[in-house]
């Protein structure tokens, strides 16, 4: 039998950090309302001529060098993103010709701030299928290019960055369990309606959300994704050593691991320090951890995502 396991984890942020107390100096809010209400302290703001794929570039590299696995040994790219370089090529095209890679699939994942999940669910499947034996799997966002910075019940919330995992084909697991979920009768409960017709955007290009609508959403379906995941590997909440949900706001966060029943200390928590970084947040949570030391090998690490959509999902790994 066939299993994938990640072998190395990388992240990246842009340089440019705005704190809370630098963003009240030109949008109507204050840190004290974004503190109480998400746990964002701060995000990083792409610059103008930094691209999604030069974020995903930097943190393949890392997760690549953790892992010891050189460029060409790849034969599968995927990017999660909302916030691809351009209409076309595909991210995952440009970030390969960046590093160097000729010959591998790839592709991108749009499934907002669920993508980190549903590629990692994808790239399983093609190893366990032996269509693939390395894959390099990436969320990446410039975000901040799609938020009307006058709105501030949106543009407090998300920042920019990336994450990477590589994962091999091995005998042992691995992703022991993955469940993935959509359902677009919520599209309208957060959505960037624009597109581009005829040389134009017709619509609205930015982020528009009902965000107490997608709180009580997210909170729900954290929960039973979860659940699922876990009864698929044939094991309790309780095996669970880390829980990495989306980190999309502290709160959530919270009263996700609360009806889990899954102590706090047992959460990777990093949004306090990026903010809302869609398909990258789950990534940069993990890369954070195993770098810090709090996540080893032989762990069991839950990651949960939830997004646009809507889409949701897990994916239980053991490191
Ligand atoms: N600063 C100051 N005041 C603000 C801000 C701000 N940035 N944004 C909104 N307000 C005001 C509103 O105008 C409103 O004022 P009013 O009472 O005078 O009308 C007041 O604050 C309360 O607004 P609400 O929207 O009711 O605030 P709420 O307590 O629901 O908090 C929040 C808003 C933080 C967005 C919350 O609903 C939430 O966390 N939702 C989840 C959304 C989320 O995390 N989205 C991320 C993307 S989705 C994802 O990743 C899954």
């Known amino acids: 039998m066939t299993y994938s396991r990640i072998i190395g984890t990388g992240s990246a942020l842009p340089t440019r950090l ?26 990083y703001l792409a610059e103008e001529s930094q691209t999604t794929s030069d974020l995903a570039l930097e ?5 690549l060098d953790q892992a010891g696995v050189s460029v060409d040994e790849l034969d599968l790219i995927i990017v999660a993103t909302t916030t691809p370089d351009q209409v076309f090529p595909s991210t995952a095209c440009l970030l390969q010709n960046k590093l160097g890679n000729k010959g591998a699939t790839a592709f991108d994942i749009q499934a907002v701030c669920s993508g980190f999940v549903y590629a990692l669910a994808t790239a399983d499947s093609f190893i366990r299928a ?42 042992q697991p691995g992703i022991l369990a993955s469940t993935l979920h959509a359902d677009g009768s919520y599209s309208d409960i957060l959505a960037a309606p624009g597109k581009m017709c005829g040389g134009k955007i017709v619509g609205n290009p930015f982020v528009e959300m009902d965000g107490q609508a997608v709180f009580k959403f997210a909170v729900k379906v954290l929960d039973d994704v979860a659940r699922e995941t876990v009864d698929k590997a044939g094991l309790a909440l309780s095996d669970i050593d880390w829980l990495i949900p989306h980190q999309a706001n502290l709160r959530i966060l919270d009263s996700t691991a609360k009806k889990l029943g899954i102590p706090t200390e047992r959460v990777v928590v990093t949004v306090d320090r990026h903010a809302n970084t869609s398909a990258a947040s789950i990534p940069l949570a993990l890369d954070t951890a195993v770098r810090d030391g709090r996540i080893k090998p ?22």
């Open 59 to 63: 943190a393949s590299r890392q997760a």
């Open 130 to 171: 032996g269509q693939a034996r390395t894959a390099l799997v990436v969320g990446a966002e410039t975000l901040s290019r799609i938020l009307d910075w006058q709105d501030r019940s949106t543009c407090v919330l998300f920042g920019d960055g990336a994450g990477a995992v590589v994962l091999r084909a091995g005998d």
């Open 298 to 319: 032989g762990d069991k690490v839950l990651l949960e995502g939830v997004g646009g959509g809507f889409t949701w999902g897990a994916v239980l790994v053991q490191m």
């Open 18 to 43: 705005v704190t809370n107390h630098e963003l009240a100096q030109t949008v109507d809010t204050s840190d004290e309302w974004i503190t109480t209400r998400t746990g964002i302290r701060q995000r």
